[in-house]
Nanobody
């Protein structure tokens, strides 16, 4: 079955860095755009970054210049490099797979979510 597994979260001091990974299995990776969302302790879930199957990226204004999203299609893995972390980046980070236009053309409609990984930025 389809699985998205996040890893790389943890506790880091303000100004530090983390790299999150999202490893996909059981899916045709090339027909999915991959998104990173984060959910704060107040339960607000926000889109952080997106990478399409052809490598186009977009990041939220709140993390622009600090976070970078990339994907390795050979490894079916997407990365979120997070630098200059701030306490307000503290959240559970979720990986999401959403079918792109090619995927929808062949009938793929279901989205998939990982289990989340906790990122805590604190001194």
């Amino acid at each position: 079955q389809v699985q998205l597994v996040e890893s790389g979260g943890g506790l880091v001091q303000p100004g530090g860095s983390l790299r999150l990974s999202c490893a996909a299995s059981g899916m045709i990776f090339s027909i999915y755009d991959i998104n990173w969302y984060r959910q704060t302790p107040e339960n607000q879930r926000d889109l952080v970054a997106t990478i399409t199957s052809n490598g186009s990226t977009n990041v939220a204004d709140s993390v622009k210049g600090r976070f970078t999203i990339s994907r390795d299609n050979a490894k079916n893995t997407v990365y979120l490099q997070m630098n200059s972390l701030k306490p307000e980046d503290t959240a559970v980070y979720y990986c999401n797979g959403r079918p792109n236009s090619r995927g929808r053309f062949i009938g793929r409609t279901q989205e998939y979510w990982g289990q989340g990984t906790q990122v805590t930025v604190s001194s």
